[in-house]
Structures are given as C-alpha cells and as structure tokens.
C-alpha cells in the first residue's frame, strides 16, 4: 500500500514539474515579440476603412458622370443625389469620430502613421468632391442648351409637336438643382472633414 501510495506521489510530483517546465516554456506575446494592437489602433483603422470606402463611393460618382456620353435621366440623376448624400452623411460621421480622439491623442505616438493617412485620404476626397462638382456643372450646362432646343410647345391635349414634352423638361431641370443642391452639402461636409483630419495629425506629431 506504501509503495502504491508513493508510486502514486511520485506520478503527481512528475506531473506536476512536467507542467511547471511547459508553463516556463509558454511565451505571452510581449515575451515573444508579437505585437498586440491596441484598441486605438483599432478605431485609427476604422476611420481609415470608411474613408476609404467613401473614395471608393466617389470614384463610382465620378466614372458615371464623366462617362457618360448622353444626357442622364431624371432616374439617373435621382440615384446619384442619393448617392453623393449618402457620402456626404459618412464624412460628416468620420469628422465626428476624428473629432473624439482629439481629448486622447497623445503627440508622438505610434498613431501618427494612421492620422497621416487619414489626412492624406481626406485631401484626396476633397479633390474628387471638387472634380464631381466640376462634372455636375458641364452637365447641368449641356442639359441646359439641350432643353432649349427640345423646348417645344404642346398641342391641346398634352400630345407633343417635336423634341420632349415641357413637363419631362421641367423634371429633368428640378433633378439638375436638387443634386446641385445636394452638393453643396457634400462640399461642406468634405470641408469639414479635412480640417478635423488636418487638427488630429498635428495633435498626433
């Protein structure tokens, strides 16, 4: 019984150095060398991740307008102030979230790699919000001279005599000003968004 009894001490105490030499061999990160992202970094790259995505959405804005070899629809037009109001929305929530990390930036830190980046997307944004404005303006201009031309007055009846009836050119001019309209909030909001980009890189240096 005493040689069951140490035999049985002798497998714990054996077990029991076994795990002590496994526990000494594991490494934490930190021993091995493995950086662990901070929660900060985290949310650098977030803000990162949805302005790109808003340079992706911009780039889309531009290709159809700069493509596009006739007039846009009133549908088409519709579809790209939806558009361009959705960007507008998402940058003036990315200046909001630049605008949280101000009070715990701290100058110096591993961040300013990302709020260089953040403000080099956000100069980026703002020149391709300048090129859809420019865009916008030659449409609404090359609408324009094609609605005096297809203006044509109706016979009795609402039948037209030639060209587009005057209410689908009445539409079509309404959808030219409400997307105009429209961009005049993405610009303040791209506008907006580059200062708070600008502000958190020089608090990050």
Same mark, same amino acid.
């Given at each position: ?14 077990? +029991? ?6 526990? !000494? ?9 493995? #950086? ?5 970094? &985290? ?9 790109? $995505? ?6 889309? *804005? /531009? ?6 070899? %006739?007039?846009?629809?009133? @549908?088409?037009?519709? @579809?790209?102030?939806?558009?361009? $109001?959705?960007?507008?929305? =998402?940058? $003036? ?6 605008? *949280? ?27 391709? /919000? +300048? ?5 916008? *303006?030659?449409? *609404?201009?090359? =609408?324009? #001279?094609?609605?005096?031309?297809? !203006?044509?007055? %109706?016979? &009795?009846?609402?039948?037209?005599? $030639? ?11 309404? !959808? ?12 303040? !909001? ?7 980009? #600008?502000?958190?890189?020089? @608090?990050? &240096?």
């Amino acid at each position: 019984m005493k040689n069951k009894f140490a035999l049985t001490a002798g497998l714990v105490l054996f077990a +029991g150095l076994g795990l002590a030499f496994a526990a !000494a061999d594991v490494k934490t990160p930190a021993d091995s060398g493995i #950086k662990v992202e901070s929660p900060k970094v &985290k949310e650098f790259k977030d803000i990162l991740f949805k302005l790109v $995505r808003q340079d992706e959405y911009l780039d889309e *804005a /531009v290709e159809t307008l700069d493509t596009a070899n %006739s007039r846009l629809t009133v @549908a088409d037009l519709s @579809a790209l102030r939806v558009s361009l $109001r959705s960007i507008a929305n =998402n940058l $003036r929530h990315i200046s909001a979230l630049n605008k *949280a990390e101000f009070s715990s930036i701290e100058s110096g830190s591993e961040l300013s790699a990302y709020t260089n980046t953040i403000m080099s997307y956000s100069r980026k944004v703002n020149r391709k /919000v +300048g090129q859809v404005n420019v865009l916008v *303006a030659g449409l *609404a201009a090359k =609408n324009k #001279k094609a609605a005096m031309r297809d !203006a044509v007055a %109706s016979r &009795k009846g609402g039948k037209k005599v $030639r060209g587009k009836k005057i209410t689908d050119i009445v539409a079509e001019q309404r !959808a030219m000003d409400a997307l105009a309209a429209e961009l005049k909030g993405l610009g303040a !909001a791209s506008r907006s968004l580059n200062a708070t980009s #600008k502000w958190l890189y020089i @608090a990050s &240096k």
